[in-house]
């Protein structure tokens, strides 16, 4: 099982779109097809339920995981 986090490294967020970095899409692509996907995300969830909706990945994965609806939020989310 792979696990892929969100973070500024993938995602790259504008004032009026969002967009994953060249590639990341293929990479999503070949992986789904080998083993059971699960994405992990750090951060709120109905802020990150909207990014990952907007870039259009729910179907690339069989479970999603966002920390605030896990109750894991970590200190340094909450500044």
């Known amino acids: 099982m792979w696990i892929l986090v969100v973070s500024y490294l993938l995602i790259r967020m504008r ?8 590639g990341q899409y293929d990479r999503l692509e070949k992986l789904h097809h080998v083993e ?9 969830g109905q802020f990150q339920s909207d990014n990952i909706k907007s870039l259009g990945i729910e179907a690339y994965f069989d479970t999603i995981v966002i920390s605030e609806r896990e109750g894991l939020i970590v200190k340094w989310l909450q500044h």
């Open 15 to 22: 004032f009026e779109n969002m967009h994953f970095i060249t």
């Open 36 to 44: 059971r996907d699960v994405f992990v995300s750090l951060g709120y």
